[in-house]
C-alpha cells in the first residue's frame, strides 16, 4: 500500500504525520514476521480523527500498531497501511495530583516511573512488553496484577463516532484478557489510581517478577508472549507441555522450550509456519483434553 499515489505529503505534514514507505513489520514486531507497508506515525493523537477522516475519504484501509509485541502479520505487500501513534518517553505525568500515562508510552518505563513517584499496584506488569495502549486493550495482568483495576478514565478515539471520548473506569468492562473496547477503538491517554508504597517496597517486588520471568521465560528469543489465552480453571501452558510439545516446530517456528505457551522464531519463521504451528497444537490439545483454546495473538492478514 503506497500512500503517496493517494494522499499528498502536504496533506500529511498539516496533520503531523510522518509517513515512513514500505517499511517491514518484521521489523516492528516481536515475532520478527510480517510483511511490508507504509506507516504513518501521529505526532498528536487529538488529530486522529482528521487522519482517519482523509483515509476514509481516500478509500483507504489501515490498521492501528502500538508496540508490535502480541501480533502476528501476514507475510508479502500488504493491503493495509498501519497507524502508530508517536512513542512517548516517559510518557506519564501527575497533573493536578492525577496521574495520567500516554497509551503511546513503554509499559515498563510507565511502571518504573511510577515506582521512582512512589505509585505501586502494578509490579507485576513489570516485565509485560509493549505500550500502555496494547495493555489497555488486552486488560494485561500477571501475578496477579491486573491494568485494568487501575483505570479511572480513558481518553479514547472511537471510529464509530468519528471522534474523541473520555470514558470513564466504570463505563470499561475489563476481563481476563478482554475488555469492552470496540476493534476500531483507539487509546490516547489514561488515567490511572494508584495506591502510595515506599519505594524500596516497590522495587522489591519488581524484582521478584522479573527474577520469576527470567526463570520461565524465553526472553531472549523472539516471541509474542502467550500465544493462547489460559481456559477457565486450566493453563494451556501446562496441556500443551503434557503433550510433550516443546520444541515442537514446523520450519522455524517453534514451541519454546522454556515455557510451553511461548511460540517463538527460532531464525526466518514465516506467518504460515506460525500460523501451521498455532492450529497444529490448538488441534492436539483439543484431541486429548477436549479445550478449544483461543488465541491470545492478533493475526493480521489481507
Known amino acids: 500500500m503506497r500512500v503517496k499515489q493517494r494522499i499528498g505529503g502536504e496533506k500529511l505534514a498539516r496533520l503531523g504525520v510522518e509517513l515512513r514507505e514500505q517499511e517491514s513489520l518484521a521489523e516492528l514486531t516481536s515475532l520478527g514476521i510480517g510483511g511490508w507497508t507504509d506507516r504513518l506515525i501521529l505526532r498528536e493523537g487529538e488529530k486522529l480523527p482528521e487522519l482517519m477522516a482523509l483515509l476514509q475519504e481516500e478509500g483507504i484501509a489501515h490498521r492501528f500498531l502500538g508496540g508490535g509485541t502480541n501480533l502476528l502479520v501476514e507475510d508479502g505487500e500488504l493491503d493495509f497501511v498501519v497507524l502508530q501513534l508517536r512513542p512517548s518517553r516517559p510518557g506519564v505525568s501527575l497533573e493536578g495530583g492525577e496521574l495520567w500515562v500516554d497509551a503511546a508510552a513503554d509499559l515498563g518505563g510507565a511502571v518504573t516511573w511510577c515506582a521512582r513517584h512512589g505509585l505501586g499496584g502494578m509490579e507485576g506488569l513489570i516485565g509485560v512488553p509493549g505500550?500502555?495502549?496494547?495493555?489497555?486493550?488486552?486488560?494485561?495482568?500477571?501475578?496477579?496484577?491486573?491494568i485494568g483495576a487501575y483505570v479511572r478514565e480513558v481518553r479514547v478515539y472511537r471510529q464509530a463516532s468519528g471522534q474523541i471520548h473520555s470514558l470513564r473506569g466504570e463505563e470499561?468492562?475489563?476481563?481476563?484478557?478482554?475488555?469492552?473496547?470496540?476493534?476500531?477503538?483507539?487509546?490516547?491517554?489514561?488515567?490511572?489510581?494508584?495506591?502510595?508504597?515506599?519505594?524500596?517496597?516497590?522495587?522489591?517486588?519488581?524484582?521478584?517478577?522479573?527474577?520469576?520471568?527470567?526463570?520461565?521465560q524465553p526472553l531472549g528469543e523472539k516471541s509474542a508472549g502467550c500465544i493462547f489465552r489460559n481456559p477457565p480453571g486450566g493453563s494451556a501452558g501446562r496441556m500443551i507441555d503434557e503433550l510433550k510439545l516443546?520444541?515442537?516446530?514446523?520450519?522455524?517456528?517453534?514451541?519454546?522450550?522454556?515455557?510451553?505457551?511461548?511460540?517463538?522464531?527460532?531464525?526466518?519463521a514465516t506467518c504460515a509456519e506460525m500460523m501451521a504451528l498455532v492450529g497444529e497444537v490448538r488441534e492436539r490439545v483439543f484431541r486429548a483434553f477436549g479445550s478449544e483454546l483461543e488465541n491470545e495473538v492478533i493475526f493480521w492478514r489481507n
Open 246 to 268: 516443546k520444541n515442537f516446530a514446523v520450519g522455524d517456528a517453534a514451541v519454546s522450550g522454556r515455557h510451553a505457551n511461548f511460540f517463538v522464531n527460532r531464525g526466518r
Open 131 to 146: 505500550s500502555v495502549g496494547g495493555a489497555l486493550r488486552m486488560n494485561a495482568g500477571a501475578y496477579g496484577t491486573e
Open 172 to 216: 470499561i468492562r475489563f476481563d481476563y484478557r478482554h475488555t469492552s473496547f470496540a476493534p476500531g477503538d483507539v487509546m490516547l491517554r489514561a488515567r490511572l489510581e494508584l495506591p502510595r508504597k515506599p519505594y524500596e517496597e516497590i522495587i522489591a517486588g519488581i524484582r521478584v517478577c522479573n527474577e520469576k520471568r527470567r526463570a520461565s
